[in-house]
Every structure is written in C-alpha cells, then in structure tokens.
C-alpha cells in the first residue's frame, strides 16, 4: 500500500508541476504557436528520469562516462519518443467525432453514450497504437545511444 500512495504522490506532484510550467509558458509567449512549455515539460522530464538512472548507475559503482551516457540515452531518446507521439497523434491517429457534444475523441462511444463517427486518421492506428509506436521508437533511439556511448 506504501508503494501505491509513493507512486501516486508521484504522479500528482508531476501533474502538477507539468501544468505549472505549461500554463506559465503559455502566459508569458501569448502569442507563440508553438507549445513551448509542453517541450519544456517534456526534455526536463526525460532529463530528470535519465539523471536517475545515471545516479542509479554511480550508486552502483559505474563510471561517470557511463552515467552520463545513461542521462543522455534517455534524455533523447525519451524526447524523441515523446515528439513522436505528438507526430502520430496529430497527424495519422484514429480520430472520432461526437455528433451530440460537438467534440473529438478517441473512444467509438463517447461519454456521453453517444456512437461517435471516423473523423481521420488510419483506421487501425488507435491511441493504444500511437503510444505503443513511440514507447517503441523512443527505446529504439536510447538503445541505439546506449550502445554507442556504452
């Protein structure tokens, strides 16, 4: 029961957090297209959980070349993954329309009960897919940096 409060504490501090830097980006660049603070959100992120692993490694005796490849594997390759959701997600993902709430979704049956049709993106590639496909695309890319610093 510990390690569930630990791990939900967690991910309410991160949300948190992640909604602060946002939402504090996006109020200084009114006016910026881009969304700046989801990318700030995102490299800080895989930073931190690659400084982890990189400490995890010096802890158990590794050098620090060694510990400083793991914080960039994962840092870049966690990004990339991350970017590559984003592509996917806003360009071929599985998009339905709810005729009565006038709103995308992911689900065939919104939750309003109401039966949702395609609005785009390939028929197969669902929100499942999308986040298996860059989960898969960002280990790629750590391993590949892993292997070559490692």
């Known amino acids: 029961m510990r390690n569930i409060l630990l791990v939900g504490a967690?991910?309410?501090?991160?949300?948190?957090?992640?909604?602060?830097?946002?939402?504090?980006?996006?109020?200084?660049?009114?006016?910026?297209?881009?969304?700046?603070?989801?990318?700030?959100?995102?490299?800080?992120?895989?930073?931190?959980?690659?400084?982890?692993?990189?400490?995890?490694g010096l802890v158990t005796g590794q050098e620090w070349g060694y510990a400083g490849g793991l914080v960039l594997a994962a840092t870049v390759g966690g990004l990339l993954g991350s970017l590559f959701d984003s592509f996917l997600g806003a360009t071929v993902q599985l998009i339905y329309w709810c005729d009565n709430c006038q709103k995308d979704t992911e689900r065939q049956v919104h939750r309003c009960g109401t039966e949702t049709r395609r609005l785009?993106?390939?028929?197969?590639?669902?929100?499942?897919?999308?986040?298996?496909s860059a989960s898969a695309f960002g280990a790629l890319v750590a391993t590949g940096i892993g292997s070559w610093f490692l």
Not at 120 to 132: A, E, T, Y
């Open 10 to 56: 967690g991910g309410f501090a991160g949300s948190v957090l992640r909604y602060l830097i946002t939402a504090g980006t996006q109020k200084l660049l009114r006016d910026a297209f881009f969304p700046w603070g989801t990318l700030g959100v995102n490299v800080i992120g895989c930073f931190l959980i690659g400084l982890l692993g990189g400490l995890g």
């Open 120 to 132: 785009r993106g390939w028929f197969w590639l669902s929100n499942d897919w999308v986040n298996f």
